[in-house]
Protein backbone atom coordinates (compact mmCIF):
# COMPACT_ATOMS: atom_id res chain seq x y z
CA UNK A 1 0.00 0.00 0.00
CA UNK A 2 1.26 3.54 -0.90
CA UNK A 3 0.02 6.62 0.93
CA UNK A 4 0.51 9.95 -0.79
CA UNK A 5 0.56 12.64 1.98
CA UNK A 6 0.41 16.22 0.44
CA UNK A 7 1.05 19.56 1.59
CA UNK A 8 0.85 22.91 0.44
CA UNK A 9 -2.22 24.94 -0.67
CA UNK A 10 -3.95 27.61 0.54
CA UNK A 11 -5.51 31.14 -0.45
CA UNK A 12 -3.73 33.09 -2.73
CA UNK A 13 -3.88 36.17 -4.37
CA UNK A 14 -3.91 36.30 -8.24
CA UNK A 15 -0.56 37.29 -9.83
CA UNK A 16 1.06 35.05 -7.04
CA UNK A 17 3.07 31.69 -5.87
CA UNK A 18 2.18 28.51 -4.00
CA UNK A 19 4.20 25.27 -3.71
CA UNK A 20 2.72 22.02 -2.95
CA UNK A 21 4.60 18.86 -2.17
CA UNK A 22 3.69 15.24 -1.75
CA UNK A 23 5.45 11.95 -0.50
CA UNK A 24 4.92 9.23 -0.89
CA UNK A 25 5.49 6.55 2.00
CA UNK A 26 4.63 3.05 2.80
CA UNK A 27 5.65 -0.20 1.53
CA UNK A 28 6.46 -0.28 -2.48
CA UNK A 29 9.18 -1.58 -5.07
CA UNK A 30 9.54 1.42 -7.36
CA UNK A 31 7.66 4.47 -8.47
CA UNK A 32 7.53 5.31 -11.64
CA UNK A 33 5.60 8.44 -12.36
CA UNK A 34 4.70 11.30 -9.98
CA UNK A 35 2.16 13.40 -10.70
CA UNK A 36 -0.43 16.62 -9.92
CA UNK A 37 -4.19 16.98 -11.12
CA UNK A 38 -6.91 18.93 -10.65
CA UNK A 39 -10.88 19.34 -10.00
CA UNK A 40 -12.66 22.10 -10.16
CA UNK A 41 -16.21 22.22 -8.88
CA UNK A 42 -18.34 20.79 -11.59
CA UNK A 43 -15.47 19.67 -13.83
CA UNK A 44 -13.47 16.15 -14.71
CA UNK A 45 -10.41 16.05 -12.96
CA UNK A 46 -7.41 16.82 -15.36
CA UNK A 47 -3.75 16.46 -15.47
CA UNK A 48 -2.15 19.53 -14.13
CA UNK A 49 2.02 17.93 -14.33
CA UNK A 50 3.91 15.15 -14.48
CA UNK A 51 7.50 13.36 -14.33
CA UNK A 52 8.55 10.39 -14.65
CA UNK A 53 11.06 7.94 -12.94
CA UNK A 54 13.78 9.65 -15.81
CA UNK A 55 12.71 13.54 -15.23
CA UNK A 56 10.45 13.20 -18.34
CA UNK A 57 7.82 16.23 -17.38
CA UNK A 58 4.59 16.83 -19.08
CA UNK A 59 2.27 19.79 -18.57
CA UNK A 60 -1.20 20.89 -19.27
CA UNK A 61 -1.21 23.78 -21.84
CA UNK A 62 -3.17 26.16 -19.35
CA UNK A 63 -0.11 25.95 -16.75
CA UNK A 64 2.98 26.15 -19.07
CA UNK A 65 5.50 28.91 -18.51
CA UNK A 66 3.95 29.05 -14.51
CA UNK A 67 4.17 26.28 -12.92
CA UNK A 68 6.85 23.55 -12.31
CA UNK A 69 7.33 20.01 -11.34
CA UNK A 70 10.22 18.25 -9.82
CA UNK A 71 11.02 15.22 -7.74
CA UNK A 72 13.32 14.61 -5.29
CA UNK A 73 13.83 10.76 -6.21
CA UNK A 74 15.80 9.97 -2.61
CA UNK A 75 12.89 11.06 -0.86
CA UNK A 76 10.10 9.89 -2.75
CA UNK A 77 8.54 13.43 -3.47
CA UNK A 78 7.10 15.39 -6.20
CA UNK A 79 6.89 19.04 -5.51
CA UNK A 80 4.47 21.92 -7.54
CA UNK A 81 5.77 24.97 -7.62
CA UNK A 82 2.76 27.45 -9.39
CA UNK A 83 3.36 31.01 -10.42
CA UNK A 84 1.44 34.05 -11.92
CA UNK A 85 -1.90 31.95 -10.83
CA UNK A 86 -5.34 33.09 -11.91
CA UNK A 87 -8.38 32.47 -10.73
CA UNK A 88 -8.87 29.58 -13.04
CA UNK A 89 -6.44 27.70 -11.35
CA UNK A 90 -8.42 27.38 -8.03
CA UNK A 91 -9.40 23.48 -7.35
CA UNK A 92 -8.59 20.72 -5.38
CA UNK A 93 -5.36 19.45 -6.20
CA UNK A 94 -4.36 15.94 -5.98
CA UNK A 95 -1.14 13.74 -5.99
CA UNK A 96 -0.94 10.75 -7.98
CA UNK A 97 2.01 8.09 -8.17
CA UNK A 98 1.86 5.16 -10.24
CA UNK A 99 4.17 2.16 -7.71
CA UNK A 100 4.53 -1.50 -8.18
CA UNK A 101 4.75 -3.77 -5.61
CA UNK A 102 7.39 -5.83 -7.01
CA UNK A 103 9.84 -6.10 -9.60
CA UNK A 104 6.92 -7.68 -11.85
CA UNK A 105 4.44 -6.27 -10.68
CA UNK A 106 2.33 -3.72 -12.37
CA UNK A 107 2.44 0.11 -11.81
CA UNK A 108 -1.28 0.93 -9.80
CA UNK A 109 -2.22 4.75 -9.29
CA UNK A 110 -2.37 5.85 -5.70
CA UNK A 111 -3.95 9.38 -4.96
CA UNK A 112 -3.60 11.84 -1.96
CA UNK A 113 -6.34 13.32 -0.46
CA UNK A 114 -5.99 16.38 -1.88
CA UNK A 115 -5.42 20.04 -1.27
CA UNK A 116 -7.34 22.94 -1.81
CA UNK A 117 -6.26 26.34 -4.21
CA UNK A 118 -7.57 29.29 -3.97
CA UNK A 119 -6.78 32.15 -6.17
CA UNK A 120 -8.76 35.37 -5.11
CA UNK A 121 -8.55 38.90 -4.63
Known amino acids: QVLLGESGGGLVQPGGSLGLSCTAS????????MGWYRQAPGKQRELVAS???????NYADSVKGRFTISRDYAKNTVYLQMNRLKPEDTAVYYC???????????????WGQGTQVTVSS
Open 96 to 110: NAAASQGRWAPDEDY
Open 26 to 33: GNFYSIAG
Open 51 to 57: ITSAAGT
